[in-house]
T-cell receptor, first 113, second 111 residues
Framework: NAGVTQTPKFRVLKTGQSMTLLCAQDMNHEYMYWYRQDPGMGLRLIHY???????AKGEVPDGYNVSRLKKQNFLLGLESAAPSQTSVYFC????????????FGSGTRLTVV | EDQVTQSPEALRLQEGESSSLNCSYT??????LFWYRQDPGKGPEFLFT???AGEEKEKERLKATLTKKESFLHITAPKPEDSATYLC????????????FGQGTTLQVKP
C-alpha cells in the first residue's frame, strides 16, 4: 500500500537549472497539493488540483508550474531555480475535500546553490 | 485573512509530565480542524479531525479538543516516542480542500 510517493527524495540544483518533482498516489484521490516547508514558516501551499486536467495557484506559486495530466500524478516544475526555492517540498492528496484529511508523501529536500 | 497560530513553538517535557499544545484559528466557515504529527525527515501523519466546538477525540496518550477559537492537543503522561512536531491545520469554507497550517510545535520528551 504505497499511498503517496514522491521522487526524487533529495536534489541539489545550480541556480538557473530546471527540474520536475513527481508525485504519484494510488488511492484514487481527486485532490492533490504541493506544499513547501521552511523553518518558522510552516507549510505553504504552492499549487493544487481538484481533478485530472485542472490546476490552480496557491499561496506561493511564483517560480513554479504544475501539471495533472493523469489523475494519479501531479508534477511540480521549476523552470529556473533560485536559492529562495531551497526548501522541503511535500505532496499531499485527499478524497473529496478535506473531510478525510490529507495523505502526505515523504518529501523532497531541494537545495539550490 | 484566514490564519492558524500554534504555541508554544517548542516544548520540553520530562517523561510522564502532562501538558497541552495550543492552536488558535481565525477561519471563516470552519469545516474541520486537523492535527498531524511529523517526525524528522518524514511527511506529516494524520492524527485527528474535529468538526464542531465541544468535540473531543482521543488516541492513546493524545486528546484533541475544539472551541470556537482554539484547539488543544493534550498529552497525558508522555513518553520519549511522543517526541515530534505537531501541526494544526484548518479547512475553511472553500470547496477546494485547501488546508491552512500553523507553524507547528516541536515536542521533546526526555526519559
Amino acid at each position: 500500500n504505497a499511498g503517496v510517493t514522491q521522487t526524487p527524495k533529495f536534489r541539489v540544483l545550480k541556480t538557473g537549472q530546471s527540474m520536475t518533482l513527481l508525485c504519484a498516489q494510488d488511492m484514487n484521490h481527486e485532490y492533490m497539493y504541493w506544499y513547501r516547508q521552511d523553518p518558522g514558516m510552516g507549510l505553504r501551499l504552492i499549487h493544487y488540483s481538484v481533478g485530472e486536467g485542472t490546476t490552480a495557484k496557491g499561496e506561493v506559486p511564483d517560480g513554479y508550474n504544475v501539471s495533472r495530466l493523469k489523475k494519479q500524478n501531479f508534477l511540480l516544475g521549476l523552470e529556473s531555480a533560485a536559492p529562495s526555492q531551497t526548501s522541503v517540498y511535500f505532496c499531499a492528496s485527499s478524497a473529496s475535500g478535506q473531510i478525510y484529511g490529507y495523505t502526505f508523501g515523504s518529501g523532497t529536500r531541494l537545495t539550490v546553490v | 485573512e484566514d490564519q492558524v497560530t500554534q504555541s508554544p513553538e517548542a516544548l520540553r517535557l520530562q517523561e510522564g509530565e502532562s501538558s497541552s499544545l495550543n492552536c488558535s484559528y481565525t477561519v471563516s466557515g470552519l469545516r474541520g480542524l486537523f492535527w498531524y504529527r511529523q517526525d524528522p525527515g518524514k511527511g506529516p501523519e494524520f492524527l485527528f479531525t474535529l468538526y464542531s466546538a465541544g468535540e473531543e477525540k482521543e488516541k492513546e496518550r493524545l486528546k484533541a479538543t475544539l472551541t470556537k477559537k482554539e484547539s488543544f492537543l493534550h498529552i497525558t503522561a508522555p513518553k520519549p516516542e511522543d517526541s515530534a512536531t505537531y501541526l494544526c491545520a484548518a479547512h475553511g469554507s472553500s470547496n477546494t480542500g485547501k488546508l491552512i497550517f500553523g507553524q507547528g510545535t516541536t515536542l521533546q520528551v526526555k526519559p
